[in-house]
C-alpha cells in the first residue's frame, strides 16, 4: 500500500513511501513469521520482506527458483545452511547471498528472535518456492 508521494522541487522524480505495519506479518508453514515490505507486480525486480524465526527453531529445507535471495542479519544469532554446505553462523551485520534454486534453511542458535531482511530479486513469488522436506 502507497502511503505517501513526495514531489522533489525540479518535479523530476517521485518516491513512494510504505509505512512499515508490524501487525501486517503472518506466520508461515516454513516456520518463520514474514512482514512484506516491498513485493507488488509494479516493482517485479525485487521483494523486501522482514523475517523472523524463534529461538531454537529451523525454517523448512526449501528453495527458490529463479530467484536469488540475500539475507541482511539485524538481530539475534543462527546458523545458514546453503546446497549441503556445513553450516555458517551469522550474526548481525552479515548479509548471505543465496543462489536461485539452492537448497537452503537458516536456524536461530540464540536467546533473542533472529531477525533479517529478505531480498529477493527478482521479486518472491509463492509458485516459485519447493519444498524440500
Known amino acids: 500500500m502507497i502511503n505517501s508521494l513526495f ?13 512499515f505495519n508490524p501487525d501486517a506479518g503472518f506466520d ?11 513485493n507488488t ?8 520482506a522482514q523475517a523472523s524465526v524463534t529461538p531454537g527453531e529451523t525454517t523448512q529445507l526449501h528453495a527458490v527458483k529463479d530467484t536469488i535471495e ?26 548471505v547471498v543465496i543462489p536461485a534454486g539452492a537448497a537452503q534453511k537458516i536456524a536461530n542458535t540464540g536467546t533473542e528472535e ?17 519444498k524440500l522436506e
Open 41 to 48: 507486480p509494479e516493482q517485479p525486480e525485487c521483494s523486501i
Open 7 to 19: 514531489h522533489f522541487p525540479d518535479n523530476t522524480f517521485m518516491t513512494y513511501i510504505n509505512k
Open 70 to 95: 540475500r539475507y541482511v542479519i539485524l538481530q539475534g544469532k543462527g546458523d545458514v545452511y546453503i546446497n549441503n554446505h556445513p553450516a555458517e553462523a551469522v550474526l548481525p551485520g552479515d548479509t
Open 28 to 38: 508461515t508453514e516454513e516456520r518463520c513469521h514474514i512482514n512484506e515490505l516491498l
Open 114 to 130: 533472529l531477525v533479517f531482511l529478505c531480498v529477493c530479486t527478482p521479486r518472491f513469488e509463492q509458485k516459485n518456492y519447493l
